[in-house]
């Protein structure tokens, strides 16, 4: 059965750092995702992608947060510089007729 | 705005107990209704949803959910639990028409099932 693959599943990095989140969307899929889930708290979205354009955004997606799908197979979650508010579970989806189905998530964790 | 609420955060039972888990949402359009799991490491699965038609939808392993339009519920439910069941247990909806919306979960529920 075809999967959402998230790399890396967890990731170090330094307050201030860059980091790219990697996710490979089902082959079909045209509708892409990020959530976040930081411990303790409710799976909050990120933001939506259609047509090599953001179609939705929440108010967390700020300037530091972008997105892109540089080679028609991965779609990445750049964060330009990390603040420790930044660590979380960060879970990549990509849906077909309604339904998005989840990678096994990445956890950032900023010191 | 529009919110999730899941009633139960960490459910104990022990195997062949019924289990029901409660979702609430706050929207009053069009929802579509999910119920999605997800086992100690491994990613979230979709375990049933409901869009339209029989609000009595049945899912996989043994799981089903009623949506009850009237009180803004989805509650999930399973007659007898298995040690295997235990797991994380999300609500989520999307509201309005079309196939682009972003899910909105609630907190979810932790479920420990003993043998």
């Known amino acids: 059965e075809p999967e959402v693959t998230q790399t890396p599943s967890h990731q170090v990095t330094q307050m201030g750092q860059e980091v790219i989140l990697r996710c490979v969307p089902i082959s079909n899929h045209l509708y892409f995702y990020w959530y976040r889930q930081i411990l303790g708290q409710k799976v909050e979205f990120l933001v939506s992608f259609y047509n090599n354009e953001i179609s939705e955004k929440s108010e967390i997606f700020d300037d530091q947060f972008s997105v892109e799908r540089p080679d028609g197979s991965n779609f990445t979650l750049k964060i330009r510089s990390t603040k420790l508010e930044d660590s979380a579970m960060y879970f990549c989806?990509?849906?077909?007729?309604?339904?998005?189905?989840f990678g096994a998530g990445t956890r950032l964790s900023v010191l | 705005a529009q919110s999730v609420s899941q009633h139960n955060h960490h459910v104990i039972l022990s195997e062949a107990a019924s289990l029901e888990l409660g979702c609430n949402y706050s929207?009053?359009?069009?929802?579509?209704l999910f119920w999605y799991v997800q086992y100690p490491g491994q990613h979230l699965q979709l375990l049933l949803k409901?869009?339209?038609?029989d609000p009595l939808v049945k899912g996989i392993k043994g799981f089903e959910a009623e949506f009850i339009k009237s009180k803004f519920s989805f509650n999930l439910r399973k007659p007898s639990v298995q040690w295997s069941d235990t797991a994380e247990y999300f609500c989520?909806?999307?509201?309005?028409?079309?196939?682009?919306?972003?899910?909105?979960w609630g907190l979810g529920t932790s479920l420990a099932v003993n043998p």
């Open positions: 989806a990509s849906s077909e007729e309604g339904i998005q189905y």
């Open positions: 989520a909806v999307t509201t309005g028409a079309g196939n682009n919306r972003k899910l909105i």
């Open positions: 409901y869009f339209s038609g």
């Open positions: 929207y009053g359009g069009t929802v579509n």
